[in-house]
């Protein structure tokens, strides 16, 4: 009887797998079909737009571009369903144009619409980065919008680990030189050097929410000293994830100024963040979300 059992585990294995495989193919080829514009059945990309605040008054300072897709049938996926997919198709610069071309419209229209303009943060994959078009793709596409470098600010994650002199290295210098400034994303989670912040031009470095989640645990050190290299590297820090007024105030004690997480807004579909973010124009007291503390 066991071994049958284990024959009738391993039949259900092989079913489980084919049934993944099928999946994972059919994804494939929407995802496909979707960054090719070919077929309005595989649903759309819907971009969410989550606040950057100043963690003193809590006054909205920016957002950060977040990719869902409305599948059809399963509804609205997170990148993390969808993303190893982009990747593994090699689709990444597809999906990273599609959404810096959402991006740009969008707040093209938001201006039109005479709507707060707050800076928009995009994330790019490493294959974005290694095209040497992009700069060019970026800066055309600002300015047939008419819409300032300023505005726009590009993530990478530190993962990415950029090479110098690379055509990576040539479209970081020329994006921060026409003014679209450089975030390194997920920072705390990989092994930056000094070296390497001093030579690509960063302006901002975001703590990732790991970092943010070990202040529970009262280890305060790490924090500390990302502040002090960056006081000295002159570079910007904004802690992601945060969820708590606690992990803010200590953050702020310990001399972060920006922030990003749940306790001031989670990610929100473009309708709104529009409303409730971008609506508020007149006095700074009207951009908190939470008040300051
Ligand atoms: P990321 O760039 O580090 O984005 C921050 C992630 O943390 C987002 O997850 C956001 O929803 C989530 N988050 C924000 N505040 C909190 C919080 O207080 N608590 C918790 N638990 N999570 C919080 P999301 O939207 O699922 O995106 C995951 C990752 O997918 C992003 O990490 C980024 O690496 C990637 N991604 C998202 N959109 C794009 C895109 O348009 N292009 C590319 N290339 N990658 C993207
Ligand atoms: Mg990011
Ligand atoms: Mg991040
Ligand atoms: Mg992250």
């Excluded at 229209?109 to 974005?128: H, K």
């Excluded at 030189?177 to 390194?184: D, E, F, K, P």
């Excluded at 989670?266 to 529009?274: C, E, G, Q, R, S």
């Amino acid at each position: 009887a066991a071994k049958a059992a284990g024959g009738m585990q391993a039949l259900a294995f092989q079913t489980d797998m084919r049934i993944e495989v099928a999946r994972r193919f059919t994804l494939t080829s929407q995802i496909r079909q979707l960054l090719g514009n070919e077929n309005p059945d595989v649903g759309r990309l819907e971009i969410c737009y989550q606040p950057l605040v100043d963690l003193r008054s809590g006054e909205v300072v920016g957002a950060e571009a977040l990719v869902r897709w409305l599948h059809p049938e399963m509804g609205l996926l997170a990148p993390d369903a969808f993303l190893g997919l982009v990747s593994s198709n090699r689709l990444d610069a597809e999906l990273d144009s599609a959404v810096l071309r959402d991006v740009l419209t969008q707040m093209a229209r938001w201006r039109d619409q005479g709507l707060r303009v707050l800076p928009i943060s995009v994330n790019l994959t490493r294959d974005s980065l290694d095209d040497p078009r992009l700069a060019d793709q970026v800066l055309a596409a600002l300015s047939s919008l008419e819409l300032p470098a300023s505005l726009l600010h590009l993530e990478i994650t530190e993962h990415h680990q950029l090479s110098a002199d690379t055509p990576a290295e040539r479209t970081l210098q020329v994006l921060d030189a026409a003014g679209v400034q450089i975030y390194l994303d997920d920072y705390g989670t990989g092994y930056t050097s000094l070296e390497y912040l001093h030579r690509f031009p960063i302006r901002m470095l975001k703590l990732d929410r790991s970092v943010v989640t070990s202040l529970d645990g009262g280890q305060v050190q790490l924090v500390a000293a990302v502040n002090a290299m960056a006081v000295t590297l002159d570079l910007e820090i904004l802690a992601e994830g945060i969820e708590t007024q606690e992990q803010r105030e200590q953050l702020l004690a310990l001399g972060i100024r920006y922030g990003q997480g749940y306790l001031f807004s989670h990610p929100l579909p473009v309708a709104d963040f529009a409303k409730s973010v971008l609506t508020t124009a007149d006095s700074a007291g009207a951009d908190r979300i939470v008040p300051a503390g």
